[in-house]
């Protein structure tokens, strides 16, 4: 009896031991699905009025992609769509190949992954926006036919292949000419190392030397400040007015940039208007509201009924407008120097400079400001860096606050040159935490760069000569 | 024998069932052999000497639990996205029976090992294998270990077993029959009597067995000091004369020999001028930019065991990758290296930005927020970050990893400004007031002194009319002052005085609560994080006989941070009976 339940467990421990790792779940995925086996192409033949579809893709180069082991997703238009085709396009290899590049998309979309509206790249590098059972303007009739390879959806339209915003502007005549111009005279030639050929590299700073002439790539001014409109990966709406209007703004805006010449003064007024008519996203027609926030704050009067002209891009719309005018009180915004963030001073001070955390008692709220006390210099100063101001007239406001004294001093706000008198010195109060005005000043012509002073009074006493400055403000007075 | 019949079904059932049970498991593994008999464990004072650090070793793994359990059901701590349930319902105080982090059982481990080692200290007595000298010191520290545990589950579970017998399992505990649950309040009783006999309840002299260097640490700081146990027991119980009594021997503990730095700074908040100082204070004054990091009062969270070091802490251990275990903090509170899974909280925060410093002299403007509140908490990649226990593994001037797998660190228990705020609440509530005052804002000499013109501080800067233990002597004359003074005390700062924070405003009549008021937020910015919160305003909650003083707080934290049910939360915690966690062994 003993003996045979030694058997027994010898028997159940083996036992344990071999089936204890075995696999039981390989079988239990098993594919059903007769089509999976099948590559797009196998299941192309097989689905009634896409003969014409197949034929095009046999002519073009992309005749043996669809049986290749990627994963694709083809939006595959049907016989009826293929009618309206151009015959230009057809014999046209090229134009064919970019024609049906945009029905093709590598990796696998179904219609259930497509809840919210995706943006799905295209052979061809651009991108439609796939939606439930919509791919731009056609509709899907027979949804996901899953093959080894991918996914055949069957559409009703063509999808046309678009330019895109900046191909709109710079290659056609659907925008005003007078704004096309001055869109196309931002244009400048920049250096792109990673377009450029290295030749070396540089022993004494150990920098990559580049042969000359290469790298050099077309840039523009709007594509670096505003948007690249080129981007075909994110949408835009962008806004172009007719040119009698467009000479009617440059015209409000000239005085703005007086210059040396009087082209300078146009590409730059003409700059600051076409700045804010570009909007991050694709607005429909209904889908406009009557004011948009441009990317530089400003608020964008948008009235629906001007609209003349709508051209769709691939990465966004066009409108043209027969007028669309912002004022210069809208434009131009209020500038904050915040006291801390000097670009220089006139001595090095470092070790008499406070900066210094404290709630306004006015505002309640939460600041940081600079003091610059005992520093022993009569007329000491501190440099704060504008870029291209234009020429008007500006209100300026100050926050300076003594709380680090019982007796008043005295600073003044320097424009242009430490040495302006522009302003007389103003007299700092005990405690006071509020804006204080200053003046105004008026700047004659448009700066590149414009430096604006706070200054210390002409004395070397340390009760006298502090410099406290929590922000200056220089209100557009329009 | 009965027949023992098995069909072959049933042979492939279990082996079947083995097969789920044996699995992929390493059939083969080995236990080692080489384990040390019962019999042989207690033969001299050394192996006393290694039982007693196999039980502080076994302490330290209690340290995430010691900070959970204390911060995050206070008022300071909340948690993380990447928390899990259970640390959440710890936060909320709404604790299932099921929660890991509630579970006493590794604190009646740890007592149940104290019990043994005591007993087995005793028959090494009787034996004569130990010294009675040697014996007082050892069985004390362990007693007062044991004690230290106790306190800690009467504040989190309010009744408990109290086991002073040597168990073999944690599992006779639960026989209520012998071990009945005693009320936190005579438990306390208990835990007085039995810490209050032990024979001796001094720090491990120097040049004793226990009182070495190891690893590169001192040893002297791994102990639980005993007086302060005893001085928090007292506190506790509401004997103020008592605890005070224990805590000033504590604060006196280097009033003798040579008058230099030890003298006047250990336990003293004293300055110094050197490196060994703590403030809070700025390169130039007055320029935010110029706040000091180095050395100073965030440095004591960072520095080695030097004599800054020594000055300012009572009782620490350290976490080191030379040594077991591994430190369980840098887990909870690092998003660099840890799981980052509590996080100050928002009305921590405001408690430190609610706080305005002082002005510098002759001026009326101030930096409004305490900077101690800079290097308590930090953001790190966008998230707020506490870094007290993080000063050893983060550099705080890159906020990256020192030595990504070295995570050293330490774990907090007990510095002056405990001991300083604690004596001022007895002695608050001993009727001394000022005395109170003084020792949380600026000092002795700031709070009692001379009328202007007078240079004879002789009846001034003290409070020696007093009798022990708040008879304290802060004299000092100045340069000019005749006669010369240089008391003892002469150097104390304040709490809020080295911190560089203005003095707690005390309106009207009722100085009583409004300083215990000022004691506790006083602790949430000089001690925040370091594991007394809940126990400090449990503590408060039960004198005042007052639940909203505990429950607003809290409701507050959950209400800041948008922590849900913060209003039913607030309702528990009104009632008594939700102050303490199911004990469930």
Redesign the interface.
């Known amino acids: 009896?003993m003996k045979?339940?030694i058997y027994?467990w010898l028997?159940?421990?083996t036992?344990?031991?071999t089936?204890?790792?075995k696999k039981d779940w390989d079988q239990h995925n098993t594919v059903s699905d007769v089509n999976s086996g099948k590559s797009l192409k196998t299941l192309m033949s097989g689905i009634n009025n896409l003969s014409k579809f197949e034929q095009l893709l046999a002519q073009s180069s992309y005749a043996n992609i669809l049986g290749s082991s990627k994963s694709f997703t083809v939006f595959a238009p049907t016989n009826e769509a293929l009618i309206a085709l151009d015959p230009t396009i057809t014999n046209d290899t090229s134009r064919l190949n970019k024609f049906l590049a945009n029905h093709i998309a590598d990796l696998r979309f179904l219609t259930t992954d497509a809840t919210d509206t995706l943006r799905v790249l295209m052979l061809n590098g651009k991108y439609n926006n796939f939606f439930g059972k919509k791919v731009e303007e056609a509709n899907i009739t027979t949804a996901d036919v899953v093959g080894s390879n991918g996914v055949i959806h069957v559409i009703d339209k063509m999808v046309p292949n678009r330019l895109n915003i900046w191909e709109i502007i710079s290659t056609t005549n659907e925008i005003p000419a007078l704004q096309q111009a001055l869109l196309l005279k931002l244009n400048y030639q920049g250096f792109d190392p990673s377009k450029a050929e290295q030749t070396g590299v540089d022993p004494m700073t150990g920098l990559p030397v580049y042969k000359p002439g290469t790298g050099i790539v077309p840039r523009n001014k709007y594509w670096d400040r505003v948007y690249d409109l080129r981007n075909e990966k994110n949408q835009y709406t962008f806004f172009a007015i007719a040119d009698d209007a467009y000479t009617t703004q440059l015209n409000t805006y000239k005085p703005f940039f007086v210059t040396g010449n009087a082209d300078s003064t146009n590409d730059l007024a003409g700059y600051t208007i076409v700045k804010d008519f570009t909007m991050p996203g694709l607005y429909t027609q209904a889908q406009l509201p009557d004011t948009l926030l441009s990317k530089f704050g400003v608020k964008v009067p948008v009235n629906k009924a001007n609209i003349v002209k709508t051209v769709k891009a691939s990465n966004g719309i066009v409108y043209v407008l027969s007028n669309l005018s912002i004022a210069p009180v809208n434009k131009f915004m209020p500038i904050v120097l915040e006291g801390e963030n000097y670009s220089g001073s006139s001595h090095d001070r470092r070790?008499n400079?406070?900066?210094?955390?404290?709630?306004n008692s006015t505002t309640g709220l939460?600041y940081?400001d600079v003091?610059v006390s005992g520093h022993g210099v009569a007329l000491f100063n501190l440099r704060y860096r504008l870029s291209e101001m234009p020429s008007m007239k500006f209100k300026a406001y100050w926050v300076a606050?003594n709380?680090?004294?019982t007796a008043t001093f005295t600073q003044r706000l320097a424009p242009g040159v430490a040495t302006s008198t522009v302003f007389p010195y103003t007299t700092v109060a005990v405690?006071n935490q509020t804006e204080v005005l200053i003046g105004e000043f008026t700047i004659a012509s448009f700066q590149q760069v414009y430096d604006i002073f706070l200054v210390g009074a002409n004395s070397t006493t340390a009760a006298a000569n502090p410099v406290v400055c929590d922000y200056i403000k220089l209100v557009p007075s329009l | 024998m009965k027949a023992f019949k098995i069909s072959c079904h049933s042979i492939v059932l279990l082996a079947l069932l083995l097969a789920g049970a044996v699995g992929c498991k390493k059939t083969f593994d080995k236990e080692p052999q080489q384990v040390l008999d019962e019999v042989n464990m207690y033969r001299d004072v050394y192996d006393a000497d290694a039982a007693i650090i196999g039980l502080y070793g076994k302490f330290v793994s209690l340290a995430d639990k010691y900070v959970l359990l204390n911060e995050l059901r206070g008022d300071m701590l909340n948690y993380t996205d990447n928390a899990d349930m259970y640390l959440r319902q710890l936060s909320s105080h709404n604790v299932t029976a099921d929660n890991p982090y509630t579970n006493p059982r590794p604190f009646y481990e740890l007592i149940l090992n104290c019990n043994d080692v005591l007993k087995n200290f005793q028959l090494m007595k009787r034996d004569n294998k130990m010294k009675e000298a040697e014996y007082n010191q050892r069985y004390s520290d362990v007693g007062a270990l044991r004690s230290f545990l106790y306190l800690q589950l009467g504040i989190h579970y309010g009744k408990v077993p109290y086991v002073t017998s040597a168990l073999a399992t944690v599992d006779e505990v639960k026989n209520k029959a012998n071990f009945p649950e005693l009320t936190f309040d005579a438990l306390i009783d208990s835990l007085i009597l039995f810490t209050e006999a032990l024979p001796f309840k001094d720090p491990y002299p120097a040049g004793t067995t226990l009182n070495i260097t190891s690893d590169g640490y001192q040893t002297a700081k791994f102990y639980v000091n005993k007086k302060c146990l005893l001085g928090d027991l007292y506190l506790w119980k509401g004997n103020y004369t008592a605890a005070a009594t224990k805590y000033r021997e504590v604060m006196e503990t280097s009033t003798n020999g040579t008058q230099g730095a030890r003298y006047y700074m250990q336990y003293k908040l004293g300055w110094n001028g050197s490196a060994e100082d703590h403030y809070i204070s700025y390169s130039r004054a007055g320029d935010a930019t110029s706040l000091v990091w180095e050395p100073q009062w965030r440095h004591m969270f960072q520095r080695g065991q030097d004599n800054g070091f020594d000055y300012e802490w009572i009782w620490v251990l350290p976490f080191d990758s030379k040594f077991q275990p591994e430190n369980p903090l840098i887990k909870l509170f690092s998003p660099v290296g840890g799981d980052y899974l509590v996080k100050p909280s928002k009305q921590a925060m405001d408690y430190w930005s609610n706080t305005p410093q002082r002005p510098i002299s002759g001026q009326t403007g101030f930096l409004p927020y305490d900077a101690r509140g800079i290097f308590s908490w930090r953001e790190i990649g966008g998230k707020p970050v506490v870094m007290k226990y993080l000063y050893n593994y983060i550099n705080y001037a890159t906020n990256t990893a020192v030595n990504p797998l070295q995570k050293n660190g330490k774990w907090f228990l007990y510095r002056q400004t405990h001991l300083h705020l604690r004596f001022a609440e007895a002695a608050n509530r001993a009727g001394k007031h000022k005395i109170a005052y003084a020792l949380f804002n600026s000092g002795f000499a700031a709070a009692f002194p001379p009328p202007s013109g007078v240079t004879d501080v002789t009846l001034y800067h003290n409070t020696l009319w007093e009798p022990y233990p708040f008879n304290f002597d802060a004299r000092n004359s100045g340069g000019t002052g005749v006669p010369y003074y240089r008391a003892d005390w002469y150097r104390n700062l304040g709490i809020r005085g080295r911190a560089n924070v203005q003095d707690y405003t005390i309106n009207g009549t009722d100085s009583l609560l409004q300083i215990e008021d000022g004691l506790i937020q006083e602790a949430a910015l000089e001690n925040g994080f370091e594991g007394t919160r809940w126990a400090d305003l449990l503590r408060i909650a039960l004198r005042r006989n007052d639940p909203a003083f505990l429950a607003d707080k809290i409701y507050q934290k959950m209400l800041k941070d948008g922590t849900p049910d913060a209003a039913g939360t607030r309702a528990r915690l009104m009632d008594k009976n939700n102050w303490y966690l199911p004990f469930k062994l």
């Not at chain 1, 400079?353 to 709630?359: E, L, N, S, V």
């Open positions: 009896m045979f339940r027994q028997l159940i421990a036992l344990a031991v089936i204890g790792c070790s400079t406070f900066f210094r955390d404290r709630i939460p940081r003091l606050v709380d680090f004294q405690n």
